[in-house]
C-alpha cells in the first residue's frame, strides 16, 4: 500500500508539473497579438490602395492635361486651317483677306495664352519657331493686304511665300499634336501595364494575407476544435505552444489548461462524492454484515464465559477460533470499505477483471439479499488481463450493481457475465430483470445530471461518471434496455496487451 500510495503521488506531481510547464512554456514567449497582426495587414492595404489611388488621380489629372493642350492646339490648327482657306479665296476671287488676317490673329492668342503648356510639349526652340512662323504668315497677308489690285509679280511672290509659311504652321501644329497623341497611347500603354502588374501583384498580397488567416485563425481554431473533442474524450493533458509568438490563442490555451486543472480536482471530488455516495446507499447491509460477526462473538464470549471452567481445553479453543475468525470477518467488511472510500491519483496497472468483478459484488453482497435479489454471475476463467485503476473500475462496477438494484423494488435476478472478446477487448455485462428504461431515455442515461429517481434519490451522475472513467481507460460503455424485462449495461476495456 506504501509503494502505491507513493506512486500515484509521484504520478499527481509528475502531472501537476506538467501543467506548470505548459503554462511556463505558453507565457514566455514574445507577444504579438491577434489585433496587432490584423491591424498591420490593414495597414498595408491602406498603404496600397493610397498608392493606387494617387497614381490614379494622378494619372487621370496628366491625360487631363494633355487632353486640353490637344484640344488647345486643335483650336490653333482650326484657326491657321481658316485662315488659308480665306487665303485661297482671296488669291481665286479677290476676297475674305481681311478675315483670314483675323483668323490669324485669334491663332496668335491661342499660342500666346497657351504658350507655357505649348512649350512643355514641344519645347522652347519648336515653340519660338512656330512664333515666328505665324509671325511671317501674318507679316505676309498684311502686306498682301497693302498691295494694289492687279496681278503684280509682287503679289505672285507674296503668295509662294504664304503658302510654304501656312503649310510649315499647319505640319508644326500637327506634328505637335501627334507627338502629344503618341505620348497618350504610351502612357495608356504603361499605365495598362501597371495596373495588370499590380493586378498580379495584389493576387500574391491576397493570397498571402488568406494564408495570414488561414495561419492565425482558421488553423488555430481548428487546434482548439481537436483540444476540444480530446478533452470531451476525457484526455486531460495540457496544451502545449505550437507557434513561435503568444497571442489570444494562447490565452485561451492558458485558461483551458486553468480550466483542466480545475476539472481534474473536480472530478477527483466528485468520484469521492460518488463513493460516499454509495458507502451510504450500502449502510445498512454493511450494518448488517458487522452486526453478524459482532453478535457471534458476544454470544460465543457470553457462553465461554459462563462455563469457562465447565468446557475442555480443545472446545475453549474451538470457540475462541469462532471468536478469531469473526473478528477476521468484520476486518475485513471494514478493510473493504477504507480501500473503497480511500482518495488517490488513479494509477494503473494490470489488473484481473474476474477479481474486480468479484471484490465489487462481495461488496454489494447484502443489499442483494436485503432487496431479495439473486446474483447469477459467470466470469469465465482465464481472461486477459487489463490495464487500469482497481479502485476506479470498483467504484464503475458498484454504480451498475446498485442501479440494478434499485430498477429490481421487487425482487429480481443480477445477472454478470464477462468474457473475452476478438478485438483485443474484455466485455462485461451487467444485467437486470427490473422495470427497464424507456426508448426516449436511452440516449440520455449518460447524461450529467439525468436521473428517473424520486427527487432526493439520486443526483443523475452515477452513469456520467462511470462512462467518463471507462473512456479514461481507453474502453467505451453501452445500454440496452426493454421496457418490462430489463436492462443490459455492457462494459469493454482494452487488455494489457493492446492498452
Do not use: C, W
Not at 490614379?56 to 494633355?66: G, Y
Not at 468474457?419 to 447524461?447: L, S
Not at 479514461?472 to 443490459?488: D, L, P
Request: proline residues 4%; charged residues 25%; aromatic residues 8%.
Amino acid at each position: 500500500m506504501p509503494e502505491e500510495f507513493e506512486q500515484s503521488s509521484a504520478i499527481a506531481i509528475a502531472k501537476e508539473a506538467e501543467a506548470i510547464q505548459a503554462q511556463h512554456d505558453l507565457l514566455k514567449r514574445p507577444r504579438l497579438s491577434l489585433r496587432t497582426r490584423i491591424t498591420m495587414v490593414f495597414v498595408l492595404i491602406f498603404v496600397l490602395l493610397g498608392i493606387i489611388t494617387i497614381a490614379a488621380v494622378l494619372f487621370i489629372s496628366e491625360v487631363e492635361t494633355k487632353q486640353q493642350f490637344l484640344e488647345k492646339v486643335g483650336n490653333y490648327a482650326f484657326e491657321i486651317q481658316q485662315a488659308r482657306r480665306y487665303e485661297k479665296n482671296y488669291f481665286l476671287y479677290g476676297s475674305n483677306l481681311a478675315d483670314a488676317l483675323a483668323n490669324v490673329h485669334m491663332a496668335d492668342n491661342y499660342l500666346k495664352r497657351n504658350g507655357d503648356e505649348v512649350k512643355a510639349v514641344v519645347g522652347n526652340r519648336r515653340y519660338e519657331s512656330m512664333k515666328l512662323d505665324l509671325n511671317r504668315y501674318q507679316a505676309l497677308l498684311q502686306k498682301l493686304l497693302q498691295e494694289p489690285p492687279g496681278d503684280t509679280p509682287e503679289k505672285r511672290r507674296i503668295e509662294v511665300e504664304l503658302r510654304q509659311s501656312g503649310t510649315q504652321i499647319l505640319h508644326d501644329a500637327q506634328e505637335a499634336m501627334d507627338e502629344e497623341r503618341t505620348t497618350m497611347r504610351s502612357m495608356l500603354s504603361t499605365y495598362m501595364v501597371t495596373a495588370i502588374s499590380f493586378l498580379i501583384f495584389m493576387f500574391f498580397v491576397m493570397a498571402y494575407i488568406a494564408g495570414f488567416l488561414v495561419r492565425s485563425m482558421i488553423r488555430p481554431l481548428g487546434r482548439f476544435m481537436k483540444y476540444a473533442a480530446r478533452i470531451g474524450a476525457g484526455d486531460y493533458t495540457p496544451i502545449t505552444p505550437t507557434r513561435k509568438y503568444r497571442d489570444e490563442f494562447s490565452n485561451l490555451a492558458m485558461a483551458i489548461n486553468k480550466m483542466l486543472s480545475e476539472l481534474v480536482t473536480r472530478q477527483e471530488q466528485l468520484m469521492q462524492s460518488r463513493k460516499m455516495a454509495a458507502v451510504g446507499t450500502l449502510t445498512s447491509g454493511i450494518a448488517h454484515e458487522l452486526n453478524n460477526p459482532l453478535n457471534n462473538i458476544g454470544l460465543t464470549v457470553e457462553a465461554l464465559t459462563d462455563g469457562f471452567d465447565d468446557y475442555p481445553d480443545d472446545e475453549k479453543l474451538r470457540m475462541l477460533e469462532q471468536v478469531y475468525s469473526q473478528v477476521e470477518r468484520a476486518s475485513a467488511t471494514v478493510k473493504n470499505l477504507l480501500d473503497f472510500t480511500r482518495k488517490e491519483q488513479p494509477a494503473f496497472a494490470p489488473l484481473s477483471v474476474k477479481e474486480i468483478v468479484e471484490t465489487t459484488a462481495r461488496l454489494a453482497g447484502n443489499e442483494l439479499k436485503l432487496a431479495g435479489i439473486e446474483l447469477d454471475m459467470d466470469v469465465a476463467e482465464g481472461l486477459p488481463l487489463i490495464k487500469g485503476n482497481a479502485r476506479s473500475l470498483q467504484q464503475v462496477f458498484l454504480n451498475l450493481f446498485l442501479n440494478a438494484i434499485h430498477a429490481m423494488p421487487d425482487g429480481g435476478e443480477l445477472i454478470i457475465r464477462a468474457e473475452a472478446q476478438d478485438d483485443g477487448f474484455v466485455r462485461i455485462d451487467v444485467g437486470d430483470t427490473g422495470q427497464g428504461i424507456p426508448a426516449e431515455n436511452i440516449d440520455k442515461v449518460f447524461d450529467p445530471f439525468f436521473t428517473t429517481k424520486d427527487p432526493g434519490k439520486g443526483t443523475g451522475l452515477g452513469l456520467s461518471v462511470s462512462h467518463s472513467t471507462i473512456e479514461k481507460h481507453g474502453g467505451r460503455i453501452t445500454v440496452a434496455s426493454e421496457v418490462g424485462k430489463g436492462t443490459r449495461f455492457s462494459v469493454y476495456l482494452p487488455t494489457d496487451g493492446k492498452g
